[in-house]
């Protein structure tokens, strides 16, 4: 596995994605290996859950990551790279084009891509505008398979000239055994613990806070929701943290009065218990964990209609679905479901089945081993 994070270092769905594959990998006997960047106060290598994890040298700094992280990559992948039969890069960025021009080079590892995510803000747009971008591009071509995770990835890949036999799609996994719906007791407690009242009600947001999550939109829209709602004991609690200064938990503390912004959390399922409905308004999606989490445990998504989402959430079944950067119809969309509890109560149940029937993990590993054991 090629990837820039790894636990315990890890902010994104990608390394999230890449540690549920290899420790399910390891556990049904693959000898899995990967290499990641080495952060301050991590180990050169040690085995995690039967995973063998290898750092490399890299400067954790705004402009100088990239040009440390990709040649300590393609050293550790010359030296130690050839003792595995195949290459699984996270991301069709820097570190896939590494890869990918390393295994044409050597002649001996299989590649495989795993693109993390699409639209205007996805891996392939990245690339348009970044330094060497078109050499990766134009490296993705040699991939013996490239993951995607929805259809408007797969035109992308296409559009881009990708062989469309190579192109695999299998989807994120979420493990429905940790995330699961709460007994009425848990759910009361994680309740309690927020100070979330008796009759309140609770909208989440758990993500990066950037501009492609559509935060300006969800401030927009829960200001509306606070003119409509006046008197309602209604809050919206927004967990995560952004790069650099956190210029959306300033304006949210602004300008929003029944709005928490409590920075990152070490486990989501806590808030998940507590909420009444997950709002995820992202501008550009893969397929996102975080929505994957929340239909396991039982919780209506409100989404938009971008990327994933739009094969993730099933509108008006395990929740809504409303356009991206409209903050009046997510505010309308929003006041709905908090104040339809039998609806609510109704999609969160067709959440979870749907969450085990099509993105299980252990399904989403034996489509993996499938392909691994086809290319091998």
Not at 24 to 47: C, D
Not at 120 to 143: E, I, Q
Not at 159 to 168: L, N, T, Y
Request: glycine fraction near 10%; hydrophobic fraction near 40%; aromatic fraction near 6%.
């Amino acid at each position: 596995m090629v990837t820039y994070q790894y636990a315990p270092v890890g902010d994104g769905g990608a390394a999230r994605q890449a540690q549920l594959l290899a420790e399910q990998l390891a556990s049904r006997g693959r000898r899995v290996g990967v290499v990641t960047a080495r952060f301050p106060g991590h180990r050169r290598s040690e085995q995690l859950a039967g995973v063998d994890v290898h750092r490399v040298w890299a400067i954790p700094r705004p402009g100088q990551f990239t040009m440390t992280f990709i040649p300590s990559l393609a050293r550790f992948l010359l030296s130690e790279g050839r003792r595995y039969d195949m290459w699984h890069a996270h991301q069709a960025f820097y570190n896939a084009g590494a890869a990918l021009a390393l295994a044409r080079l050597t002649g001996r590892p299989r590649c495989i891509v795993k693109v993390a995510s699409s639209g205007p803000y996805g891996d392939l747009a990245r690339l348009r505008s970044a330094a060497m971008g078109d050499w990766v591009r134009k490296a993705l071509l040699d991939a013996d398979a490239l993951i995607s995770l929805n259809r408007q990835m797969t035109d992308e890949l296409v559009a881009a000239g990708m062989d469309a036999s190579r192109i695999h799609n299998i989807p994120n996994g979420v493990d429905c055994r940790s995330f699961s719906p709460p007994s009425p007791e848990r759910r009361l407690e994680a309740r309690s613990k927020l100070g979330i009242p008796v009759g309140g009600r609770l909208a989440v947001f758990a993500g990066r806070l950037t501009e492609d999550k559509g935060i300006d939109f969800l401030i927009d829209a829960w200001r509306s929701v606070e003119r409509q709602c006046l008197g309602e004991t209604w809050t919206l609690l927004v967990a995560g943290d952004g790069v650099g200064p956190d210029l959306y938990t300033e304006r949210g503390n602004r300008e929003l009065r029944t709005a928490r912004f409590v920075g990152k959390v070490p486990d989501v399922r806590p808030l998940l218990y507590a909420a009444d409905v997950l709002v995820h308004p992202s501008l550009s999606e893969g397929l996102s964990n975080i929505v994957l989490e929340a239909m396991a445990a039982g919780l209506p998504v409100i989404g938009t209609r971008t990327g994933g989402l739009e094969e993730q959430v099933v509108d008006g079944a395990t929740g809504m679905l409303v356009p991206p950067r409209d903050a009046d119809v997510l505010a309308k969309a929003l006041v709905t479901l908090l104040r339809d509890e039998g609806r609510r109560t109704r999609m969160g149940s067709a959440g979870r089945i749907r969450a085990e029937s099509r993105y299980s993990l252990p399904s989403v590993v034996d489509a993996y081993e499938d392909l691994y054991d086809q290319l091998s």
